[in-house]
Nanobody, 114 residues
């Protein structure tokens, strides 16, 4: 099994920045891809960004140029640097890992005020 623990959410004004962290533990050798998803009230969960074990990054169009996903393999941690935040970025952000199985973190709230 893989355990994922997110941190770094909070309340920020539009135009501000936040950095989310996701620490992985357990059977981390089985992880191929890690990523961030988000779910706003009344909406479906959507992809934000992913990064493969080889470092290939993929972003949703809505966050390209503003968000950056990165990973620290020594710390088994994935980060999401979010800049120029907008009110529409408000959501619960979930960390995700994919390998032989898919795992989710508990989520962290990000609220962007206008």
């Amino acid at each position: 099994q893989v355990q994922l623990v997110e941190s770094g959410g909070g309340l920020v004004q539009a135009g501000g920045s936040l950095r989310l962290s996701c620490a992985a533990s357990g059977s981390i050798f089985s992880i191929n891809v890690m990523g961030w998803y988000r779910q706003a009230p009344g909406k479906q969960r959507e992809l934000v960004a992913t990064i493969t074990s080889g470092g290939y990054r993929n972003y949703a169009d809505s966050v390209k140029g503003r968000f950056t996903i990165s990973r620290d393999n020594a710390k088994n941690t994935v980060y999401l640097q979010m800049n120029t935040l907008k009110p529409e970025d408000t959501a619960v952000y979930y960390c995700n890992s994919r390998g032989s199985l898919i795992y989710w973190g508990q989520g962290t709230q990000v609220t962007v005020s206008s």
